[in-house]
């Protein structure tokens, strides 16, 4: 089984590749990536890839499948559909389940149920804590043994300096990342983000200080240890200043920013549209500045989706009972071409290695094999139409959640071709059964 | 009665969710309507027919006697059909949802919602959903504009015009829909507003919405032609955000001395209902500067104006 992509751009940033070249998949694994005629002998389905961009398979960080527990908002199928059609060939998923991903049993669940779907690689994130209350670690030598890629509390911040001290010393055991959540509970407890809009809208604000006061701990913390620190979906001007300092000094912290936070600003939240409400909130304008800023000179990492799915009932209602998140995984990549790449903010280059070895960096373990078009890597491929337009319509999403901010916006730049290893998984958009 | 070839503003309004976005024209509309109908409420018989056959519906998901009792009785002099639903005999406490509430009311045929809600973005969200009017009477810490409309019928009342007049309003800003109408509707008119109160009920971005923060009492009102003094609330202190009644009061409490701060014939606002001796003094409650009575009235009269011009009424049809 061979499938030949011919004439995209490829770029592939492990390997320092960006040119107009072809790429030969062979049982799964990429053959051979240069020149190569196509003729009978090959017995190879050609793909015309001209005009597009031929890029390793993209890594979402960041992702909420909600199953178990929740499958009413989404489950690892419906997840899994969503990714491939967002571009995405792996993706981590989040412990925040019921039962929480704190134990090897549900963490296993977790990737069969994955593998039996059978689309996207879906590698499990475990709790920090038993039953991510904070309070005593979760089994994480368990959790790695059966699969976890990393330890996160996700969805609430781990409140006790110890526990994330110890967290974060004892990771070291495993080689993997402790991804934080960076809430200072006593002082987030509002609906938008606060400044001149929350003033406006009559929001109860979550100040910028909300975040920053904890991701200075958790540098400190990193500092003290010598753990591996995530800070996850970072919002704020102050955390990425305090991120700067820290990776300046030497200390082994990376982070994530999510295309919402990077695409809307704190305006949006006007029209009290719960599509808009999530936590983090959306910052305002000098925010979303540093951000774009950041991700652009290389502080940022990785673009992660912190794709949130709810149900409906949870956001048609008022703006303070509705819930914190927005369904992201379909419209990610779209988002940062549109409102990044084509405006010239972001070299579409360094796009690419944000989705791909930007995250794979931060999940050391599978770095050799994930985000690359290496020879003998698993054929994960992600092809972008850049000239594709495309309204976004939650109905037609595979996500459970229509949540999204984004709907009815036209956006410029899509995946068109998904491949995970070595299988056409979704096409122009459509999950390829 | 005569009926008007010109047309109003309303014509494309459906729903009055806030001051933020109404127009010097409609807000002068609404005063300028607002006087007949103040007439009609100083009249030994209060009912003119020109809502015979119109339906409102009052909603309050959070106390409030006078406002409700202002939409009532303006529904009511003007013949509406007026009703009531008091949310802690509704199926609110049944779990049902505000869409669905909302959606058997709106089945029942009334023309306009009056709503109250804690939650900001309230009406705003039922708007979008009915094909009812709605009138924001209150929603959580963002807008009360019926206030706001009566305020500035108050203040042009007794100073003739609301352009460019000083402005002070004294309390809790951070939480108060009151201040936020108020300063939307005011600033429309050019006047200098400035809030005063402690800094932790000061809510930040004031300055770009042309408003000036003294945290000091007296320095807000040195020189003002209205003081707007808001209730403070007891539970804020429970929050934390000050430290006692005691406290706010020696600091805030707008006093008899205070008025010579001001400008001549300085007037002074409360939006009712008044915590005497902690943010306003009696003497000044109970003195010839304030309006807070008469408040009470021109929000009946603004009220009638409102729900007339929501309607399709024209201005120069209740003259008669």
Redesign the interface.
């Known amino acids: 089984m061979r499938l030949l992509l011919k004439g995209g751009r490829v770029i592939d940033p492990a390997n320092n590749i960006d040119a107009i070249l072809d790429v030969l998949i062979e049982d799964g694994k990429i053959a051979a990536v240069g020149g190569i005629r196509h003729n009978e002998d090959m017995r190879a389905d050609a793909v015309d890839c001209r005009g597009k961009i031929v890029c390793p398979g993209f890594i979402d960080l960041h992702a909420h499948l909600r199953e178990p527990g929740y499958e009413y908002k989404e489950d690892i199928s419906s997840g899994s559909h969503a990714a491939a059609a967002g571009g995405f060939t792996t993706i981590c998923c989040m412990p925040n389940t019921d039962p929480v991903i704190d134990n090897g049993a549900v963490a296993g669940f977790v990737r069969r149920r994955a593998q039996e779907v059978g689309l996207v690689n879906v590698l499990p994130i475990g709790a920090i804590t038993k039953k991510q209350a904070g309070e005593e670690l979760a089994e994480m030598g368990e959790l790695v043994s059966a699969g976890c890629v990393a330890v996160s509390d996700d969805g609430k911040p781990v409140l006790r300096s110890d526990v994330m001290r110890h967290a974060l010393e004892y990771s070291r055991l495993f080689g993997i990342p402790v991804l934080s959540h960076c809430e200072d509970a006593s002082l987030s407890a509002g ?1 938008m983000h ?12 979550i100040p910028a200080e909300a975040e920053e006061i904890m991701v200075t701990r958790d540098l400190i913390l990193a500092r003290l240890t010598g753990g591996r620190l995530h800070i996850c979906h970072i919002s704020t001007k102050g955390a990425l200043e305090a991120v700067k300092q820290a990776k300046a000094s030497g200390l082994r912290v990376t982070c994530e920013a999510t295309p919402h936070h990077l695409a809307l600003t704190d305006e949006a939240v006007g ?2 549209d719960t599509d808009t409400k999530v936590n983090p909130p959306l910052r305002s304008e000098e925010h979303v500045a540093a951000l774009r800023e950041a991700l652009a000179s290389g502080l940022i990492d990785c673009i992660a989706t912190d794709h949130a799915p709810h149900h409906f ?1 949870s956001k ?6 509705a819930s914190f998140g927005i369904s992201g995984i379909e419209t990610a990549v779209a988002v940062i071409m549109d409102t990044l790449v084509h405006p010239g903010l972001l070299d579409i280059a360094r796009m690419v290695e944000l989705f791909t070895i930007g995250p794979a960096g931060v999940i050391t373990a599978n770095r050799a094999t994930v985000g690359t078009l290496t020879c003998g890597a698993p054929a994960d491929v992600t092809v972008i139409d850049p000239d594709l337009v495309r309204t976004v319509d939650p109905r037609a999403f595979y996500s459970r959640g229509k949540n999204t901010p984004f709907k009815c916006m036209e956006l410029k730049g899509w995946p068109c071709m998904t491949i995970v290893g070595g299988r056409i998984v979704a096409q122009d958009g459509l999950v390829v059964r | 009665m005569g009926i008007s070839a010109q047309s109003t503003q309303f014509d494309k309004r459906k729903d009055l969710l806030g001051l ?1 976005d109404v127009s010097n024209e409609e807000i002068e509309l609404i005063l300028n309507t607002a006087l007949p109908m103040k007439d009609i409420i100083r009249r030994e018989i209060k009912k003119v027919p020109t809502l015979r056959g119109k339906g409102i519906i009052t909603v309050f998901y959070e106390n409030s006697t006078r406002t409700r009792t202002s939409f009532e009785l303006a529904g009511k002099y003007l013949s509406a059909d007026t009703s009531n639903l008091a949310v802690s005999t509704s199926s609110v406490q049944k779990g049902e ?3 669905d509430t909302i959606k058997t009311l709106e089945m029942m045929g009334p023309d306009i919602l009056v709503m109250r ?1 804690s ?4 009406p ?2 039922v708007a979008r959903n009915t094909s009812m009017r709605v009138i924001n009477a209150g ?5 009360h504009p019926t206030q706001a409309l009566l305020d500035m019928f108050s203040i042009r009342e007794r100073k003739g015009r609301i352009d460019n007049l000083k402005v002070a309003i004294v309390g809790d800003i951070l939480h108060s ?1 009151v201040a ?1 109408s108020n300063i939307y509707g005011l600033a429309k008119f050019g006047c200098e507003i400035r809030v005063a109160g402690p800094p932790t009920l000061i ?4 300055d ?2 042309g408003v000036k923060t003294c945290f000091n009492l007296e320095d807000a009102i040195r020189g003002v032609d209205v003081i707007n003094v808001l209730r403070i609330q007891r539970e804020r202190q429970q929050t934390g955000l000050f430290p006692s009644l005691e406290e706010y009061s020696e600091l805030y409490m707008l006093r008899p001395e205070h008025m010579s701060l001001a400008a001549d014939d300085a007037i002074v606002l409360h939006p009712g209902p008044m915590n005497r001796g902690v943010e306003i003094s009696s003497d000044i409650a109970d003195g010839d500067t304030a309006l807070i009575n008469e408040q009470v009235t021109n929000g009946v009269a603004v009220r009638m104006a409102l729900l007339f011009l929501m309607m399709g009424g024209r201005k120069d049809e209740i003259a008669a």
């Open positions: 609906q606060e400044g001149y809009y929350s003033t406006v809208f009559g929001l109860k604000g029209s009290y009932e048609d209602c008022e703006y303070g009972l | 933020k949802t505000l869409r809600h939650m900001t973005g309230a705003h969200y929603d959580g810490t963002n807008e829909r936020r809510p930040p971005g004031l770009r919405l």
